[in-house]
Structures are given as C-alpha cells and as structure tokens.
C-alpha cells in the first residue's frame, strides 16, 4: 500500500467518479503483481530489468517508491545506499541455501510496508 492520499479537485478515473476531498489509499501492490507488466510477477526474476545485453532497462510498473508527485523524496540516497551496501555484500560473499533447503518463499507480509517474512541463507566469504 502508498500512504493515503486526497484528492482535490472531483475525478474521473477508468469511469469511476471520485469527488473532491476523498482519501484514496493506492495499492502498488496491484501494479507490481500485474502479469501485463511482468510475466510470472509472483517470483523473483531480476532479468525483468535486464535487456538483451544485460543493461538495465527502468520499467514503469516497478514503484517501490510510489509515484506522481509525491513519490518519497528520500528516493535516491536509498537507491544510492541500497547500490553500495548490497555491492559490498556481494563482493564479499557468495549467498546461497542452507543445505536442505529447496525453495525459499519470497511471499511478503501484508502491511504498509509489505515486510518480507524471516528466512535462513548462508553467506559464505569469498576467497
């Protein structure tokens, strides 16, 4: 879920009416599962933001941030951070399974901030 919004002026959106002064509570959730935009969204598959040539390629339907105008302003040094702190984690160590283990269950929990559940991995030090 987005953080409730409101709107200011009446709307028609998708031939739904929604009059001034109306919270509206965006579930982003609906467009990060959209099987339009991701073909098998309920698994995690970084080569959807990948193209031929392994490039990085911005899809419109990813909003871990929200969007529009009042997408979080802390948006960039969290993509900076995010960028070096998982960099270093992966420079530093090979992440894998413990043994045993099969399948990991990515689902997330259901809230504000959809958290993802605990999980057991192994991070073993590169050489």
């Known amino acids: ?21 109306i919270t509206i509570v965006p579930l982003l959730y609906s467009v990060l599962r959209d099987k339009t ?14 193209d031929a040539h392994g490039n990085f390629v911005k899809k419109d339907a990813f909003m871990p941030f929200s969007a529009g105008r009042r997408v979080c302003a802390g948006e960039t040094p969290a993509r900076m951070e995010h960028f070096l702190f998982f960099t270093s984690l992966l420079q ?36």
């Open 92 to 127: 530093k160590f090979h992440f894998c399974l413990p043994s045993g283990v099969i399948d990991v269950d990515l689902t997330p929990g259901v809230g504000i901030l959809t958290p993802p559940f605990p999980y057991k991995m192994c991070a073993i030090p590169r050489a």
């Open 1 to 21: 879920m987005n953080l409730p919004q409101y709107t200011t002026k009446d709307v028609n959106f998708k031939g739904y009416f929604i009059p001034k002064g």
């Open 37 to 50: 935009q991701f073909a098998e969204p309920e698994k995690f598959n970084p080569n959807y933001f990948l």
